[in-house]
């Protein structure tokens, strides 16, 4: 396959977090503060009841029996984020990856230095979307890298990480892959779009992973793990690496906090699928909390639609929801003005808005 590297973007480098956190301060450095609303403790306001799909039994079902098709539908619809149980990732890879996350995050920084984000592109660890020096920072490091296609890989990056977190990353991004377009190919059902079109769309997907450590902090009221988003991928599936609670969505108006549960995928609806369903799924805010007591780790795996592809409203759904509500972009052109600019809600999906 032709080598076809892609440079996403580049975001200012940043001091590590959890180097910082490791001083014995009380409080936090004014960059890390945000003035924004109260920020509730994870235990203020769980979210008992977001939807847990069985993707074995989604798989399974025969087309005159579709519960767990229609659950599927109204938590894209209603909730834009939901758990995944039966996902077939067996669990020895599962404890694998982690273990070899954890590994990552407690290298001594002189190598994590090696691995660090450089000023031209933003691959590696620190952090994503920063474009001034006097933008508020978040209060966690992440290590980001592009996975899938293999062909558009920074390769020596990927040449850089310890051998046995690569052989992981690969297999856990395979299954990533396998676990998206199950779903993907689940939610075009439901939706009623055309098999080919779907295909066409996502079958050679560009994916990219983000592994996010939020370290213990002196005054968690006044900073945010990962500021207020919705993700511009198609789905994202989230994977809590501890039990440490600290993913909160809006839902009518008001952060609530998802509890991690054991064995289950936290998956979200992305603004591409906002886009591509021409509205009919809903990418969801979300926003990562931090506390004084316990670290927090997770990995988001992005799926986007295939790079060569133009991203706009699924024609064959066009027909049935009316107007087309979003402009239409190269996907690489979409992906690329997202990374310039600073993180903020939903205003690139309103970006991507007709009027
Ligand atoms: O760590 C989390 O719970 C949220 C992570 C997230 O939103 C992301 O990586 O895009």
Known sequence: MENHKINFGRSLIVPSVQELAKQPITK?????????????????????????????SL??????????????????THWGFFQVI?????????????????????????????????????????????????????????????????????SQLFQKLPLILREKLEAYSMEMKRVAMAILG???????????????????????????????????????????????????????????????????????????QPGALVVNVGDIMEIVTNGVYKSVEHRAIVNSNNERMSVATFYSSSMGTELGPARSLVAQHGATKFRRVPLETYLKEFFARKLDGKSYLDFMKLD
């Open 28 to 56: 936090i450095p004014h960059r890390y503060v945000h003035h924004d609303d109260h920020h509730p403790a994870p235990d203020d306001d769980p979210l008992p009841s977001l939807p847990v799909i069985d993707l074995h």
């Open 186 to 260: 689940q939610m075009g059902k439901a939706l009623g779009m055309d098999i080919e079109e779907m295909s066409e769309l996502f079958q050679d997907g560009f994916q990219s992973v983000r592994m996010n450590y939020y370290p213990p902090c002196p005054q968690p009221d006044m900073a945010l793990g990962f500021s207020p988003h919705s993700d511009a991928d198609a789905l994202t599936i989230l994977y809590q690496l501890n039990d440490t609670a600290g993913l909160q969505i809006r839902k009518d108006g008001k952060w609530v906090t998802v509890k991690p």
């Open 86 to 154: 039966n996902h077939g990732i067996s669990e020895s890879l599962l404890e694998d990856f982690k273990r070899e996350v954890l590994n990552m995050f407690k290298l001594p920084m002189e190598d994590k230095l090696k691995l660090w984000q450089e000023e031209d592109n933003h691959e590696g660890f620190g952090q994503l979307f920063v474009v001034s020096e006097e933008q508020k920072l978040d209060w966690s490091d992440m290590f980001y890298i592009t996975t899938l296609p293999h062909n558009i890989r920074q």
């Open 59 to 76: 798989l399974a079902q025969a087309s005159d029996s579709c519960s767990e098709l229609n659950k599927l539908h109204t938590a894209s």
